[in-house]
């Protein structure tokens, strides 16, 4: 490894902090982007989901009503771990390692689960061995197929709705490389972040801006 890289120009402060401002409006500009695109999804058409699927939790058998843990969303990550799975996806593993403490999903009434094909003592001991948290079970039929994800990996936004079941989002590939933070995460739900400040559809419930944080043994109380 060499100890060279590429040396920028090397200017007084003044200069430096011009050239941060420079930058930080061409951040503000991404960030304000962002709020727009995630304005965007709230808004998208939800697909009814029409059939029963199975999977199996520690608990035992479970329905897709069931991963919801009671709560209004739910977010699913299809994970690549295979039956006998000799060399687990390292991408996949970057995901869980930067899976958010899910007491902030959970005020926002939002469950997030992890499914796989492999089987679930096989999830389990995988589990264990990276130190996860995360709620993970197997899928048993065509749940992947069904939401775009045959093979490989992706990430599907449920809500429940009236009595029903509708899949309001579905990214894949680098439309993952953003996750890590609830707040990053409830950007891709149809209720979004739930504060004030935001542009989301007329019954979506909002307080103010950050009023909502705890410590994450603090939501109790």
Known sequence: MTDHIPHQQTVTRDDWIAAREALLAKEKELTRALDRLAALRR??????????????????????????????QL????HMLKPDDPHPCAGCGMVGDQMPHLAHLHARNTSLVFVSRAPLD????????????MPWVE??????????VPKYFGLNVFIRDGGGIFRTYFTKGRGVE????AWALLDLTPMGRQEAWEDAPEGIPQSKAHQWLRLHDEYDT
């Open 43 to 72: 808004r998208m058409p939800w697909q009814q989901v029409e059939r029963e699927y199975a999977f199996v939790r520690p608990a035992g058998k479970a329905k897709l009503e069931d991963l919801f843990e009671g709560r209004r």
């Open 75 to 78: 977010i699913v990550y299809h």
């Open 122 to 133: 096989q999830i389990k001991a995988f589990k264990a061995r990276m130190g996860w948290q």
């Open 139 to 148: 899928t048993t039929d065509d749940f992947g197929a069904d939401f775009d």
């Open 178 to 181: 953003t996750l890590g933070t």
